[in-house]
């Protein structure tokens, strides 16, 4: 398992998991590279929430979803709020959010669905994508877990939607964790780790690196930890491994860029 950078269409750079198939699923994170944005969101912005240029991030999109022939009029994307709540995307949600922000879902960060050709797109600066892939029953799901999302076990509870829902069986679900803040880059204060104790009441020592009188989080673990705790298998886990902060010139980091800056998005759709 392996997460790599490739290039498409020309100046398109993205990130893809060896661990989906290539055939009868597109899925892919961003990078900076391939879009019109100007700094500090430059160049390939795929946010309409962060203060960019309207225009640019509608060009950005054409080109991204272009790069695998799927059309960006048919985006559906949310309004992130680092809440829990998950919301299965049906066909009449294609569109939803794709040319304005107003027309976003509203108060979700996660998305199921088993619909064809709606690309399910979340926006990211340092938070953690996980991406979901059920091949027996072809539905997928995708999250955004910053904090608060990872320590209200977002990951997990889309894991449960989809057996709810699509019958998925955790033995069989694929999972991508895409790049996001490292435990290199992560210093959180005492609320936090108090938290993520609680949560993780076995793991907290895998989880919190105490560092300088507080600790470096690491968010990679505790989602892979929360994936296994619902039957997901160790082997159906891809890990980027990358830290945003620590690679800020490839991907947009909130946190390297002081609050200023675009945003990466984790894309899944089914074909
Ligand atoms: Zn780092």
């Given amino acids: 398992m392996s997460f790599s950078l490739l290039e498409k269409e020309d100046t398109i750079q993205v990130g893809q998991f060896s661990i989906f198939p290539q055939e009868g699923l597109e899925h892919a994170i961003s990078t900076r590279f391939g879009g019109v944005s100007k700094s500090p969101f430059d160049k390939m912005n795929l946010a309409m929430h962060n203060g960019d240029d309207e225009k640019s991030v509608l060009e950005n999109r ?57 690309p399910l797109m979340l926006f990211f600066a340092d938070c953690t994508p996980v991406l979901f892939f059920d091949p027996e029953h072809h539905a997928i799901g995708i999250s955004h877990a910053g904090w608060k999302g990872t320590v209200h076990k977002i990951a997990q509870k889309t894991v449960k939607a989809m057996q709810a829902v699509f019958q998925t069986d955790p033995k069989k679900c694929l999972v991508g964790i895409g790049p996001s803040i490292g435990p290199c880059c992560y210093e959180v204060g005492l609320d936090v780790q108090l938290q993520f104790c609680k949560a993780f009441p076995k793991d907290a020592n895998t989880i919190l690196i105490p560092f300088q009188k507080k600790w470096k989080l690491d968010l990679w673990a505790a989602n892979r930890i929360q994936l296994e705790e619902v039957g997901i298998l160790a082997e159906h886990i891809d890990m980027a491994d990358t830290c945003t902060a620590c690679n800020s010139d490839v991907f947009f980091s909130y946190r390297a860029d002081q609050g200023k800056t675009g945003r990466i998005a984790a894309m899944l759709c089914l074909k």
């Fill in 62 to 118: 054409h080109r991204f979803c272009n790069a695998f022939f799927l059309s960006s009029a048919n985006l559906c994307t949310c309004e992130q709020v680092h809440s829990s709540n998950i919301r299965q995307v049906t066909a009449a949600d294609a569109g939803r959010g794709a040319t304005s922000y107003e027309d976003a879902i509203k108060e979700t960060d996660a998305f199921i669905t088993n619909v064809k050709n709606v």
